[in-house]
């Protein structure tokens, strides 16, 4: 196995695994939902996935992701969809030719949700009931070479995490049934219909984890980890900034740093000076 020192990429066996985008564990204070969430691409042989897609925010980021990796969202054969919320499930229709993997329990529930309400994006759930190459996936099944879907409830009722079987490791992508570090040493979500529930599936996403040494873990919204004596270990640095219009012309920016003294924020230090 092979990990590049930022933690976005892994080669394991026959899989290449890159983090293309990073999720983020907070919340807007003023703005509503941030919805930074993880996007990872899957390479095994002529098979590429991802693994969430993200929201509209997020749209030119992926397609930017995907060309410096020489691919175009037709190169793209599978989607494995976590839950139908829109920060991870709205981009489907970039990639329609794709194969679109998504909990039959998931889709279900979401088409009854009312509209106007929840983070559930009620016209493109409507829209990809029908869609031709959708596959609703139940808890066990295998949704892509080596990865098996596990029912995980509590965030939503049909939320999967999807675990991929390497050879030597596995590689356990949580979506939002753990979304962080603080859910996974609590077994407690932010968001959850049902305490219980959510940290039995918790502590199932720990069992995933555990069940072979150098297994990583992947989150809907934080970095990947490791575990080291028991405890998890992040790999790679956050990343999260935002550029504001403070000044009289567009030429003056201000950096404003979602973490204290972050690489983007020493790069534009360096960058003005």
């Not at 807007?28 to 509209?56: E, K, M, N, Q, Y």
């Not at 920060?87 to 039959?104: C, E, K, S, Y």
């Not at 949700?113 to 996936?137: I, K, S």
Request: aromatic share 8%; net charge negative.
């Amino acid at each position: 196995m092979s990990i590049d020192s930022d933690g976005r990429s892994f080669h394991i066996g026959d899989y290449q695994i890159d983090i293309i985008v990073h999720g983020f564990p907070g919340k807007s204070v003023c703005h509503g939902s941030l919805g930074f969430s993880t996007i990872a691409l899957i390479r095994h042989g002529d098979r590429i996935a991802l693994v969430d897609v993200g929201s509209f925010g997020q749209r030119a980021l992926l397609l930017e992701q995907l060309a410096q990796r020489g691919l175009r969202p037709g190169d793209v054969t599978d989607l494995l969809l976590t839950h139908s919320h829109h920060d991870h499930a709205i981009n489907w229709t970039m990639f329609p030719d794709a194969n679109i993997v998504i909990g039959q329990t998931e889709l279900n529930w979401s088409l009854q949700q009312p509209w106007g309400v929840t983070p559930v994006p009620e016209l493109y759930v409507r829209e990809l009931r029908q869609w031709p190459t959708l596959c609703a996936a139940n808890d066990g099944d295998e949704v892509f070479p080596g990865i098996t879907a596990h029912m995980t409830p509590g965030h939503t009722p049909g939320c999967l995490v999807f675990v991929l079987d390497c050879g030597a490791q596995d590689i356990v992508f949580t979506g939002d049934a753990c979304k962080n570090r603080a859910e996974l040493l609590s077994r407690a979500a932010n968001m959850t219909y049902d305490a219980a529930i959510t940290r039995a599936s918790i502590d199932a996403i720990w069992s995933f984890w555990s069940r072979r040494p150098g297994n990583i873990l992947v989150p809907g919204h934080d970095l990947p980890m490791v575990q080291a004596g028991g405890t998890p270990r992040y790999l790679g640095q956050r990343e999260a900034a935002i550029h504001a219009w403070y000044g009289e012309d567009l030429n003056e920016t201000t950096v404003i740093s979602l973490l204290p003294d972050s690489p983007a924020v020493r790069a534009e230090r360096a960058a003005a000076e």
